[in-house]
Nanobody
Framework: QVQLVESGGALAQPGESLTLSCKAS????????MHWYRQVPGKGLELVAL?????????NYADSVKGRFTITRDNAKNTVYLQMHSLKPEDTAVYYC?????????WGQGTQVTVSS
């Protein structure tokens, strides 16, 4: 079955960097666009970044993370990454990866990122 497993969340200080990973299984990874979302308790989901399928030639980012976050994919490892630099307290959230297969959305369980001094 389709599985998405995020990892890499941690406690970081402002200005530090973290890299999140989302390991995928159960589908043909290279054919699917991948997305990273985040959610703060009590607020809705925010699309953070997306990367198209195969070579990942198209990427898009939320304005709040442009220039600081980078999404990449390694199709050989069935993994999508989110490199996060210059972290801010407002980046604190649970981060999820998502994909859509035949119109069905699949989500990981999330990984917590906390940015605090």
């Amino acid at each position: 079955q389709v599985q998405l497993v995020e990892s890499g969340g941690a406690l970081a200080q402002p200005g530090e960097s973290l890299t999140l990973s989302c390991k995928a299984s159960g589908f043909t990874f290279f054919r699917n666009a991948m997305h990273w979302y985040r959610q703060v308790p009590g607020k809705g989901l925010e699309l953070v970044a997306l990367i198209t399928n195969a070579g990942g030639g198209y990427k898009n980012y939320a304005d709040s993370v442009k220039g600081r976050f980078t999404i990449t994919r390694d199709n050989a490892k069935n993994t999508v990454y989110l490199q996060m630099h210059s972290l801010k307290p407002e980046d604190t959230a649970v981060y999820y990866c998502r994909t859509t297969i035949s119109g069905v959305e699949y989500w990981g369980q999330g990984t917590q990122v906390t940015v605090s001094s």
